[in-house]
């Protein structure tokens, strides 16, 4: 299976509201409510964020918001801040026990 | 919510053969599935496999099947990676991660990577 597409860099000045988008196949995001994001920080290990498509994890700001549509998720982060400058990835099952990845999303902020 | 701590950093010859470990704690192993995820600066992160303790039950990547294998050893809570024949193409950060699934579908939480180069 191919990696989920994702673009390679966003950018957005502190205040402001992003989105970055994760587009996928019927096979993957289109079939199943199990999109989730991850956060990156350099050097860090990932750190979910959001799963089942728009569920914020445990003491995940507010600011985080999943959503879906067709075959492609997106994650918006409002209110920027310097802290959220990192990299994104968004996965999804797509079926026989399988999960797949996003290739990643480089935030400037 | 749990804690995964893996071994250290690796630096292999191609041909040696590698096996990194997960130390599992503040979760019950058995029955939860333990994946693999590696991470390369060109391809980003790839889902390698899984494991499910309590019955073994394996899950493979198809782009990873056949040249690793995933254990587990319940006795130490532990999940294990490993090569019998690395490549210089396996050169890339390792990480664990317990992947909850059931009415939802997620990792969480991660371990903090093993680093695996392979160089001659």
């Known amino acids: 299976q191919s990696a989920l597409t994702q673009p390679a860099s966003v950018s957005g000045s502190p205040g402001q509201s992003i989105t970055i988008s994760c587009s996928g196949t019927?096979?993957?995001?289109?079939?199943?409510?199990?999109v989730s994001w991850y956060q990156q920080h350099p050097g860090r290990a990932p750190k979910v964020l959001i799963s089942?498509?728009?569920r914020r994890r445990s003491g995940v700001s507010a600011r985080f918001s999943g959503a879906r549509s067709g075959e492609t998720a997106s994650l918006t982060i409002s209110g920027l801040q310097a802290e959220d400058e990192a990299d994104y990835y968004c996965?999804?099952?797509?079926?026989?026990?399988?999960?797949?990845f996003g290739g990643g999303t480089h935030l400037t902020v | 919510e749990g804690q995964m701590v893996q071994s250290g950093t690796e630096m292999k010859k191609p041909g040696e053969s590698l096996k990194i470990s997960c130390k599992v704690s503040?979760?019950?192993?058995?029955?939860?599935?333990i994946a693999w995820v590696r991470q390369t600066p060109g391809k980003g992160l790839q889902w390698v496999g899984s494991?499910?303790?309590?019955?073994?039950?394996?899950r493979y990547s198809p782009s990873f099947q056949g040249h690793v294998s995933i254990s587990a050893d319940m006795s130490t809570t532990t999940a294990y990676l490993e090569w019998s024949s690395l490549e210089a193409s396996d050169t890339a950060m390792y990480y664990c991660?317990?992947?909850?699934?059931?009415?939802?579908?997620?990792?969480?939480?991660w371990g903090q990577g093993t680093l695996v180069t392979v160089s001659s």
């Open positions: 503040g979760f019950t192993f058995k029955n939860n599935w």
């Open positions: 019927n096979n993957d995001i289109g079939a199943y409510p199990y």
């Open positions: 991660s317990r992947l909850v699934t059931g009415t939802t579908y997620y990792f969480d939480p």
């Open positions: 494991i499910y303790p309590g019955d073994s039950d394996i």
């Open positions: 089942d498509v728009s």
């Open positions: 996965a999804s099952y797509s079926g026989n026990s399988t999960p797949l």
